[in-house]
């Protein structure tokens, strides 16, 4: 199985962006999936978390009201639409597979991918 996370880039406070991750090689439409980020020096974080078919979504409250989580089964991809960027969501940025969309944000099912980097500065 292999994540593959893309979008990332420098943009200016206030920008916006949308990442993708492209998931191969599992059954990408029975699970729910989540977003998470790690900036320098800090713990991954969850982020955003989609339930199978995309009938229910979730973000953490850092981002509530500015990004937003998607997926197109069809294409095997999840997204995340992060409007209004500010300097602290600077980080690297992962997808991951979760049981249900009430299992724990850790109980991550696959091994990460490599993330793709979003950097917020002027």
């Known amino acids: 199985v292999q994540f593959v996370e893309a979008g990332g880039g420098l943009v200016q406070p206030g920008g916006t962006l949308t990442l993708s991750c492209a998931a191969s090689?599992?059954?990408?439409?029975?699970?729910?999936m989540s977003w998470y980020r790690q900036a320098p020096g800090k713990e991954r974080e969850w982020v955003a978390v989609i339930a199978n078919g995309g009938v229910s979504t979730n973000v953490a409250d850092p981002v509530k009201g500015r990004f937003t989580i998607s997926r197109d089964d069809a294409k095997n991809t999840v997204y995340l639409q992060m409007n209004s960027l500010k300097p602290e969501d600077t980080a690297v940025y992962y997808c991951?597979?979760?049981?249900?969309?009430?299992?724990?944000?850790?109980?991550?099912?696959?091994?990460w991918g490599q993330g793709t980097l979003v950097t917020v500065s002027s």
């Open positions: 090689a599992f059954t990408f439409s029975r699970y729910a």
């Open positions: 991951n597979a979760l049981r249900t969309y009430y299992a724990s944000h850790r109980e991550t099912l696959l091994a």
